[in-house]
């Protein structure tokens, strides 16, 4: 038995604002500034169709006044080559999801699902966004907005805002400020500051201990103990090396996280300093469960660890003698394809736990027996 412890695009915004000709009642040629336009393809060269009315490209440039610069949706305007080298000042129809796509799914059975169809409304305002300066058609009325991308909405630390409905002309409204919302923090990658499906989750382990045998020879193994009857227990082994690997499991484990998705846990036991780990420090046993985790928030039991046996003689008599650490790893994709890794798709190391010398179970002020205490979860 041993001691140990836990270490522990913004889409161009309208500017509704009148023109002239039509705006102010008077006659105009068709297509002209002011005058009605059907489907953005009615308007004069220079002019867009914004909300029916044909529109300076200056004054459809208009920029939502409660983001950081100045800018809606945190992206640059999506623009469509009309020929000739030159750029229309329309925004592209295909950029709803083109530079802000709503989540993909990926799915248990390994499938990646395509993103839902496009909101109604035009590129500039969709329905889904409310975003400041597009028509609405009750004044008075309050609804939840978002400036930000639609993979980050109401995730993690970020949330809607509101916005109300206020009067533009005889008949309709245009939406005012969105104020209240959150947007992810910049340069977060990780955590709820990322704005993810997935922000966190824990790996809680019930049994951690390993059981050391030396033969008469001097050689020193190690396997895994079965719990029996709330009590970590060391298995029979037979009478010459290497002992196998016990009968029964290492030990129960459960996940709790906060998107749904599959992971890749891992427990590897190593022998060194727990201070200062190291890849070359040798591995004395490793153990994985992957699963599937079915429903966010709440705490699912995962398969057994299962046992293990190590025929490194070498590694267990110094991992027995001086002491390691056991490294929780994890690795895996959320249901809305977030990777949960390193940052370069291998596993991400979120916790250590600290193996004192076995010595320190006879003489726990003994040296290197410092800082050991109880502890099987960690969070990643």
């Known amino acids: 038995m041993h001691r140990w412890s836990k270490v522990l695009s913004a889409a161009i915004l309208v500017a509704l604002g009148g023109s002239s000709g039509c705006d102010d009642g008077g006659s105009c040629a068709e297509g002209s500034a002011g005058c009605a336009c059907v489907d953005g393809f009615a308007c004069l060269t220079g002019l867009s169709c914004v909300e029916g009315r044909c529109v300076a490209a200056g004054d459809a440039a208009g ?6 610069a100045g800018r809606d949706a945190a992206r640059d305007a999506v623009t469509i080559d009309v020929g000739s080298g030159r750029r229309d000042a329309a925004p592209n129809p295909d950029a709803f999801f083109a530079d802000d796509p709503p989540p993909m799914e990926c799915r248990e ?21 409310n975003r400041e300066g597009c028509r609405c058609e009750t004044v008075g009325e309050r609804a939840p907005c ?14 809607d805002g509101m916005t109300e409905c206020l009067p533009f ?20 990658t990780l955590g709820p500051e990322a704005c993810r499906c997935f922000s966190q989750g824990r790996w809680e382990i019930d049994n951690l201990s390993p059981c050391f045998i030396t033969y008469g020879s001097g050689q020193v193994y190690a396997v895994s103990t079965t719990v029996v009857g709330g009590t970590a227990m060391c298995p029979s082994v037979p009478s010459t090396p290497p002992p196998p690997a016990p009968g029964g499991n290492w030990s129960t484990d459960r996940l709790t996280v906060d998107c749904e998705g599959r992971f ?19 591995v004395l046993a490793e ?23 190590s025929s490194d003689s070498a590694c267990a008599r110094q991992f027995r003698d001086s002491g390691g650490y056991g490294e929780m ?22 916790n250590r736990v600290n193996y004192c010398p076995l010595s320190c179970n006879t003489m726990p002020d003994g040296p290197g027996c410092e800082g050991c205490m109880m502890g099987g979860s960690g969070t990643f």
């Open 329 to 350: 790893s994890v690795r895996g994709l959320s249901i809305e394809c977030d990777a949960i890794d390193d940052g370069d798709g291998g596993r991400y190391v979120f």
């Open 63 to 68: 920029r939502d006044a409660g983001t950081d």
């Open 146 to 159: 978002w400036p930000g991308l639609r993979v980050n909405r109401n995730r993690g630390i970020c949330h």
């Open 169 to 188: 002309d005889e008949f309709t409204g245009a939406w005012g400020p969105c104020e209240g919302y959150v947007l992810p923090t910049e340069g977060a």
């Open 264 to 282: 890749e846990l891992c427990y590897t036991l190593r022998a060194g300093n727990f201070e200062a780990p190291s890849e070359s420090d040798c």
């Open 109 to 129: 059975d390994g499938t990646r699902g395509a993103p839902a169809m496009p909101p109604g409304g035009t590129p500039e305002c969709p329905d889904d966004k």
């Open 287 to 309: 153990t994985c469960v992957e699963t599937w985790y079915a429903e966010r928030d709440v705490t699912q039991e995962l398969p057994p660890l299962p046992s293990w046996t």
